[in-house]
C-alpha cells in the first residue's frame, strides 16, 4: 500500500507563497490521481488541486485558480502544490490523498496533514 507524508507547511503572511509536498512511498501505478485536500477549523474538508499521475491532467477548485499550481516529479515519486498570493481564507490542515480507482472518485489513502496559516 502506498503511504504518503506531507511537507512545506507553515505561517506565512497575506500575499506570500509556500510549497507543499507528498512524498509517496511504493509503486505509483500510471491510472492513479494524487490530490490535495484542506480542512479549516470547523468547517468540512474541501478538495483543492489533483493531478493524473501519467496524463499530468489537472483540476482546481475555483477558489485558488490562479495562485497554486499542482507538479508531480515522477522520478522522486513527489506531488507539489505551489500556493501564491495566499489569503488568510486558505488557512487549513492540507492534506495529500491517493486515488486507485483510475476516475479519482474515491481516495483511499492519505498522508497526516500539514498545517497552513495565512496571517492577515
Known amino acids: 500500500q502506498v503511504q504518503l507524508v506531507e511537507s512545506g507547511g507553515g505561517l506565512v503572511q497575506a500575499g506570500g507563497s509556500l510549497r507543499l509536498s507528498c512524498a509517496a512511498s511504493?509503486?505509483?501505478?500510471?491510472?492513479?490521481?494524487i490530490a490535495w485536500f484542506r480542512q479549516a477549523p470547523g468547517k468540512e474538508r474541501e478538495f483543492v488541486s489533483s493531478?493524473?499521475?501519467?496524463?499530468?491532467?489537472?483540476s482546481y477548485v475555483d477558489s485558488v485558480k490562479g495562485r497554486f499550481t499542482i507538479s508531480r516529479d515522477n522520478a522522486k515519486n513527489t506531488v507539489s502544490l505551489q500556493m501564491n498570493r495566499l489569503k488568510p481564507e486558505d488557512t487549513a490542515v492540507y492534506y495529500c490523498?491517493?486515488?486507485?480507482?483510475?476516475?479519482?472518485?474515491?481516495?483511499?489513502?492519505w498522508g497526516q496533514g500539514t498545517q497552513v496559516t495565512v496571517s492577515s
Open positions: 490523498a491517493l486515488s486507485t480507482d483510475g476516475r479519482g472518485s474515491y481516495y483511499d489513502s
Open positions: 511504493g509503486r505509483i501505478i500510471s491510472y492513479y490521481t
Open positions: 493531478i493524473k499521475w501519467s496524463s499530468l491532467s489537472t
